[in-house]
């Protein structure tokens, strides 16, 4: 998995330049951010374990709190802020727990 950003979107650097900045208005900061896309390996045992998850009971928190988990990963992995950080090491901490 990874998360990529657009040609011309900002890169995960500058994200955190403008958020550093010292006049930094939060309600601008939204309008300043990159898209992100989210790309995938659909051959990748954890996708496929993911979807058949998704499939079997689509209102499952425990798949998608490890959706969230993945994407929150991937995010750390290119450089990005996770917004929920607490969250993020909660989750991560009750799926090491359970495996």
């Not at 995938?40 to 374990?49: A, G, K, Q």
């Not at 209102?59 to 490890?66: C, F, H, R, V, Y």
Request: proline share 3%; glycine share 4%; charged share 20%.
């Amino acid at each position: 998995m990874a998360v990529v950003t657009g040609t011309y979107g900002y890169t995960a650097n500058m994200e955190r330049l403008m958020k550093a900045q010292a006049l930094n208005d939060p309600s601008r900061y939204s309008f300043m951010a990159s898209k992100k896309t989210l790309e995938i390996n659909p051959y990748h045992p954890i996708i496929i374990e993911l979807n058949k998850k998704s499939k079997d009971s689509a209102e499952d928190d425990t798949t998608k709190e490890l959706a969230w988990v993945l994407y929150d990963s991937s995010l750390i992995t290119a450089g990005f802020d996770v917004e929920d950080q607490v969250g993020f090491i909660f989750y991560c901490a009750a799926f090491a727990a359970f495996t």
